[in-house]
């Protein structure tokens, strides 16, 4: 069983910056695909960011593009989303997932592992 623990979520002023993390408790991380989506209220839990266990290909959503940045550190387990110029529709819980898989996957049902998400606020 996989576990993922969020952090880093916060209160943001538009055009700031926040660093997500997400620590996996996972023995051979380098077998899962890793992935960040978001959920804002009244709405469905929508793709961000995945990076692949091998190689580190990146994709994302196109609404984050050139301002997010995902990474991870296989070394300490951890996934990593750098959030930049921030908007107010950027709000909402951020969730990380993971698959045991080494294919790119951006729809919510190919994960098998989820953390609890962190909040992220961002003041107009």
């Known amino acids: 069983q996989v576990q993922l623990l969020e952090s880093g979520g916060g209160l943001v002023q538009a055009g700031g910056s926040l660093r997500l993390s997400c620590a996996a408790s996972?023995?051979?991380?380098?077998?899962?695909?890793m992935a960040w989506f978001r959920q804002a209220p009244g709405k469905e839990r929508e793709f961000v960011a995945v990076v692949r266990p091998i190689g580190l290909n990146t994709r994302y959503a196109g609404s984050v593009e050139g301002r997010f940045t995902a990474f991870r550190d296989n070394a300490k387990n951890t996934l990593y989303l750098q959030m930049n110029s921030l908007k107010p529709e950027d709000t909402a819980v951020y969730y990380c997932?993971?698959?045991?898989?080494?294919?790119?996957?951006?729809?919510?049902?190919?994960?098998?592992?989820w953390g609890q998400g962190t909040q992220v606020t961002v003041s107009s």
């Open positions: 996972v023995r051979n991380v380098t077998s899962y695909a």
């Open positions: 997932a993971a698959r045991h898989t080494t294919i790119i996957y951006t729809t919510k049902d190919e994960y098998e592992f």
